[in-house]
């Protein structure tokens, strides 16, 4: 499974963006996806994922009420959309995929990462 993120950019504080996640495989095999971020010098956080099943969401503390995750079985894309930008969501994104458990909450539960892509908010 390959999986390619793009949308990434420079944003003002309390702007909008839309990342999105291309898999090289029909989503409907695998059993959650999710994105995480990362700053330079800090462990990589989860942010939100979806059960591919039931389509059940979860979010981090962090990005709660302003992110939402949605997924697009059609075009076997991920999105993020990234609403009410702050400073502290500047981080490189990484689009997530697991076919060994259905929340892809933790980094131990990950079998296929993004390369990533860059979301600057100043």
């Known amino acids: 499974v390959q999986l390619v993120e793009s949308g990434g950019g420079l944003v003002r504080p309390g702007g909008s963006l839309r990342l999105s996640c291309a898999a090289s495989?029909?989503?409907?095999?695998?059993?959650?996806m999710g994105w995480f971020r990362q700053v330079s010098g800090k462990e990589r956080e989860d942010i939100a994922s979806?059960?591919?099943?039931?389509?059940?969401?979860r979010y981090g503390a962090p990005v709660k009420g302003r992110f939402t995750i949605v997924e697009d079985h059609g075009n076997n894309t991920l999105y993020l959309q990234m609403n009410s930008l702050k400073p502290d969501d500047t981080a490189t994104y990484y689009c997530?995929?697991?076919?060994?458990?259905?929340?892809?909450?933790?980094?131990?539960?990950?079998?296929?990462w993004g390369q990533g892509t860059q979301v600057t908010v100043s």
């Open positions: 979806i059960n591919i099943d039931d389509k059940n969401t």
């Open positions: 997530a995929a697991s076919n060994s458990y259905s929340v892809c909450s933790a980094i131990r539960y990950i079998n296929y």
């Open positions: 495989v029909d989503i409907s095999t695998i059993r959650c």
